[in-house]
């Protein structure tokens, strides 16, 4: 995919935030998304939670098929040479980080296709009877339910890895050069699939579950993102250098504010407070770590296509 569109936009100098670049961190926070929904669902299907009628894992694989095509789209529309995609999946290269994301999409598909037979349309029911009968062997085997859970984990998990590691894995970008990116947005996907199913669950139980859970995901967030900045600050003069765009430099303010601000130190202290009983749960906070959560991305993509190794020492 054009190294995250690197080479086309490897002639950037020019600091701001270019928002119409909008393509790669869109395609990063949807990956994001899709990762932590499915690891929620995986983890409600493991604990046994498809009997009860209003769990999200019967809703969520459709949202994700949705947000992942919108993902992929966005992906499709940065590439340079759209027609050529599909050698893409003639071959399989094993120290390839690219190769391993297109085929781990391809699989997430089929996946959440089984996810769905739990819950299928009814029109599709209707008109293929099979579908139901499918439906009922799988809801019948426990075994299944749980490995399918299993499974749904492991693959969400994956994609949402892969989403850091691919920008890790471009060397020519100081700011990317963490061993530590893919764990900041794996937790940010979770942080954000936490928030966004808190707001739309139906179950009682769910809402308050994920809304303890974001918060240790935010907490979690707060403390990776200080070990990927530690982590910069303490290597080379160059990385040091890039670190300190988000620290006091270009994208400073950004950072601070939307990021960590009212991406996440606000709606934590106001998720807390929800938890605790001392305010009623209100959609904001959830909203406010979902925007924060694509912000970064914006902020992560365009700060680190600035960062160079000739440009920062």
Avoid at 55 to 80: K, N, R
Avoid at 240 to 252: E, M, R
Avoid at 275 to 296: D, R, S
Wanted: net charge positive.
């Amino acid at each position: 995919m054009n190294e995250i569109s690197t080479t086309r936009h490897s002639h950037l100098i020019d600091p701001t935030l270019h928002i119409w670049d909008w393509q790669i961190p869109v395609y990063l926070f949807l990956g994001g998304m899709v990762a932590g929904m499915m690891i929620i669902s995986g983890y409600f299907l493991f604990k046994g939670r498809h009997t009860e009628k209003h769990c999200s894992c019967y809703y969520l694989p459709y949202v994700s098929i949705f947000l992942l095509s919108l993902g992929m789209f966005a992906l499709f529309l940065d590439l340079e040479h759209k027609l050529f995609v599909w050698r893409l999946y003639t071959t399989f290269q094993i120290t390839s980080a690219m190769s391993w994301g297109s085929w781990i999409l391809i699989l997430i598909y089929p996946i959440l296709l089984v996810n769905i037979l739990m819950n299928p349309p009814k029109m599709l029911t209707d008109k293929l009877p099979i579908i139901s009968e499918w439906k009922k062997a799988l809801l019948e085997k426990q075994l299944w339910i749980k490995n399918l859970g299993v499974v749904t984990m492991f693959f969400g998990a994956g994609i949402g890895l892969y989403t850091g590691v691919l920008l890790s894995s471009l060397g020519a970008r100081p700011l990317w050069s963490s061993s530590i990116l893919w764990l900041l947005f794996l937790v940010s996907g979770l942080s954000g699939a936490a928030a966004f199913v808190h707001v739309i669950a139906k179950d009682e139980y769910e809402r308050v579950l994920l809304a303890k859970a974001d918060n240790a995901f935010l907490i979690i967030e707060l403390f990776v993102i200080m070990l990927f900045i530690v982590g910069l600050k303490t290597a080379t003069q160059v990385q040091s250098s890039a670190a300190d765009l988000l620290l006091t430099g270009s994208y400073a303010a950004e950072f601070w504010v939307f990021v960590i601000g009212l991406g996440i130190v606000i709606p934590l202290f106001i998720q807390l407070l929800a938890v605790n009983h001392k305010i009623h749960h209100t959609p904001l906070a959830p909203l406010m770590v979902i925007i924060g959560g694509l912000i970064l991305r914006f902020i992560i993509v365009a700060a680190g296509q600035y960062s160079h190794w000739f440009a920062l020492k």
